[in-house]
């Protein structure tokens, strides 16, 4: 898989760009219906999301006065592509052939963007209740940037390697990291939970307070591009854990002929994506949203703790092996 | 950090009905509140007087769409002092019946609200679905969701069949355990406690202070309920008690809704049960005698006062209404310093704000902005200053 029509059509078809656009909705269908489900609502019909997406797409665009267009214009679609792009590196049928040492860290960073984006657009938007989101957007970031960061990081650690693929084979030879490492595993689905902004940590676009936060402002396609770009973000969210907490598409044997092997691993990715999924639905669910005082206050003195708890027992853990 | 004015309203997602704060705040601390509540005056007073009693009293019944029924009681009742009928029991009976489920579904409709604040969307989803059990009874007892058009003056329109009592106790047992579910669910759920505790306090002597009434009250201690204190309908004769709570924060009011619930279940179960047999309406006179009255009510959302003066004739001659609500603004005003921003939906949502119920005009000055009272004098002068304007144009 290292020619290059097969990575055009890695990259653009499957596992890549229109499959992920495709689980994307799928994603915000079941995430939509598994919430509905438990509050006693009927939710959305299955083509929800592509129906709000196409209809978004032809809608008016206001232009809020004063507001500087191209950057406004771009800055979804610049969202769109780092969350888009991160998705590339995380296995999904076996290890990706764009992998490379440090592919880690470009994801994390990739899909620290969209976050930056909401922030800009916050601060482009001249109205009030989209700055006071924007600025939300980054004191939250702050809070839960770096024990997502700590967290995701310590996987590699132990696995001594900076590449996904490379963490999900190890995971195969050894244990998942779900098990050797349950804090990290805990402090990866909160932090994730607070980077896509959803309840308890929408405070960014308290609806009751803010109206929509750094949404406010957006309409038709910016709006269309941008729900889209958050959508992709948790499917690639939860494919990064899946990966490096659950084994990502590899189960701890080896399945015989590499094609069947593929089918499989493809199988257990959506498996698993889909069991991250439902841990967030339900979390979303069975919260209400807490305020930003609060948040910085679990955040830092539990949730960073609890995190760097988990590098300290990662490194001890470490060194024995080394000694042994 | 210099003081902000953070303007919130008349058009606002967390607003469900026009009212307009202006919050002045120091960073995110609340400094002082200032609010108009004057967007929907509907004149329902004035035009009360220009009705027949008969008239008047639909007419005052949509005055508030949750609280319908107390509204046509409180006046209902009223007129009914004032002409010194007795309304035979059994439409005390419905009247109560009727009213406490009134409060039921208010309390339960208020906890999704509050839970809705604070994103907390499962809960508004739940309690709103237990509400149409409340809402069916209605339904099928009087015909209608919101306005039920039960009363008139000397008594009820509709009778109770003993199929429509039977399948209001039915669902009564399944509404009874979701109460408990809620119960437990206000004591236990972390971000709820989070975000209700400690927040929006009062204590018993700024109740006092302020005129607080109804739940706001009950919620520091203070045990004020007309049902208790001045006895209508049948209160007198079924059991319940007045529920209070000493936290005097938006958790202490969420537990005193709460246990409102389950007594109001109590209530209407009793009530279903006793129902005595008899007539259901007297035929009261066509006129009231000269008179004035305060008719007192406990709605759901506290003290509903009418002042009703009559003079002989078919119809009041001055009708005056406080809601609740009215008399719960300078707690908000009060409870909502030194708070923080992002706690005012949830603080104001805890008196259960009803806005055109409590909507008094207000005369603006569009050229300076001015708002105040104008003399009749004043309002003649400046009419007739118009008048000579539009001669000379």
């Given at each position: ?11 653009f ?58 950057v ?33 860290v ?30 939300r ?42 098990v ?12 994730l939970q ?24 957006l ?32 189960i701890?044997?080896?399945i015989?002929p590499?094609?069947?092997g ?27 949203r ?21 590098v ?13 | 950090?210099p ?168 669902r ?37 202070k302020?005129?607080?009434?109804g ?27 007045v ?29 279903l ?45 001055r ?62 002068r ?12």
């Amino acid at each position: 898989m290292t020619d290059t029509p097969l990575i055009i059509v890695y990259i653009f078809l499957f596992p890549g760009f229109l499959f992920l656009l495709a689980y994307a909705m799928l994603f915000e269908f079941l995430d939509r219906r598994i919430a509905a489900r438990m509050q006693h609502r009927v939710g959305p019909p299955l083509f929800q999301p592509f129906a709000d997406f196409v209809k978004m797409l032809g809608k008016e665009v206001i232009d809020p006065q004063g507001v500087d267009r191209p950057v406004f214009d771009a800055a979804p679609v610049i969202a769109l592509a780092a969350v888009m792009t991160a998705f590339l590196y995380i296995p999904v049928v076996s290890a990706s052939p764009l992998a490379f040492q440090g592919d880690l860290v470009l994801v994390l960073y990739l899909m620290a963007l969209p976050t930056i984006i909401l922030f800009v657009m916050g601060w482009l938007s001249r109205n009030i209740y989209s700055a006071i989101g924007g600025i939300r957007t980054v004191t939250q970031m702050f809070i839960y940037e770096v024990p997502f960061f700590l967290a995701l990081l310590t996987p590699a650690l132990m696995a001594g390697t900076w590449s996904i693929s490379e963490i999900v084979s190890w995971q195969q030879d050894h244990l998942w990291f779900m098990v050797l490492q349950p804090i990290g595993f805990v402090v990866a689905l909160i932090g994730l939970q607070a980077k896509l902004e959803r309840t308890p940590f929408d405070i960014p676009e308290a609806e009751t307070e803010l109206v929509a936060g750094p949404w406010t402002e957006l309409t038709g396609r910016r709006l269309a591009l941008m729900h889209l770009a958050s959508d992709v973000s948790c499917v690639t969210g939860c494919a990064l854990i899946a990966a490096l907490f659950l084994g990502g598409p590899t189960i701890p044997w080896t399945i015989a002929p590499v094609w069947l092997g593929w089918i499989c691993g493809f199988f257990l990715f959506l498996a698993k994506t889909l069991v991250v999924l439902l841990i967030l639905s339900s979390v979303k669910v069975a919260t209400g949203r807490i305020r930003i005082d609060q948040l910085n206050t679990i955040g830092w003195k539990y949730i960073a703790s609890a995190a760097l708890v988990q590098v300290a027992v990662v490194l001890v853990m470490n060194s024995i092996r080394v000694g042994a | 950090m210099p003081e902000v004015i953070v303007p919130i309203g008349p058009q606002h997602p967390a607003l469900k009905e026009p009212v307009n704060f202006r919050v002045i705040a120091d960073g995110e601390k609340i400094v002082r509140l200032e609010l108009d509540i004057s967007y929907t005056h509907r004149g329902i007073e004035k035009a009360a007087e220009q009705r027949t009693f008969i008239r008047a009293l639909p007419l005052l019944e949509r005055v508030c769409g949750i609280c319908s029924h107390s509204h046509s009681t409180a006046f209902a009742k009223g007129v009914e002092e004032l002409m010194q009928l007795t309304i035979p029991p059994r439409a005390q009976y419905i009247r109560t019946i009727i009213g406490e489920l009134e409060r039921m579904h208010s309390h339960l409709l208020w906890l999704g609200v509050a839970a809705h604040e604070i994103g907390f969307n499962t809960l508004f989803m739940w309690t709103w679905r237990d509400r149409e059990a409340v809402q069916d009874t209605l339904e099928e007892m009087s015909g209608n969701r919101v306005h039920y058009g039960m009363n008139e003056v000397g008594g009820v329109r509709r009778d109770l069949t003993p199929s429509q009592v039977n399948a209001a106790l039915q669902r009564l047992p399944n509404l009874e355990e979701r109460i408990t579910k809620y119960v437990d669910m206000v004591q236990n759920q972390e971000t709820m406690l989070l975000r209700f505790r400690g927040i929006g306090k009062l204590t018993k002597e700024e109740v006092l202070k302020y005129g607080a009434v109804g739940p706001t009250a009950r919620a520091s201690g203070v045990d004020y309920d007309i049902r208790m204190d001045d006895p209508y309908l049948v209160y007198a004769d079924v059991p319940w008690n007045v529920v209070t709570d000493t936290s005097g924060d938006v958790y202490g009011r969420t537990r005193v809704r709460i246990g409102e619930l389950a007594e109001s279940l109590k209530i209407v179960r009793s009530c279903l049960e006793h129902l005595p047999e008899g007539p259901i309406r007297v035929n009261p006179p066509k006129t009231a005698p000269k008179g004035e009255i305060l008719s007192r009510y406990e709605a759901p959302r506290g003290e509903l006062v009418h002042f009703i003066r009559t003079n002989g004739t078919d119809r009041v001659e001055r009708v005056d209404i406080r809601t609740p609500t009215l008399a719960n603004w300078t707690s908000v005003a009060a409870c909502l310093v030194n708070q923080n921003l992002a706690d005012i939906p949830v603080i104001v949502a805890a008196i259960d704000p009803c806005l055109s119920c409590t909507s008094r005009i207000t005369i603006v000055d569009k050229g300076d902005g001015n708002t105040g009272i104008v003399t009749w004098d004043e309002l003649r002068r400046r009419s007739r200053l118009r008048d000579r304007r539009q001669e000379g144009a």
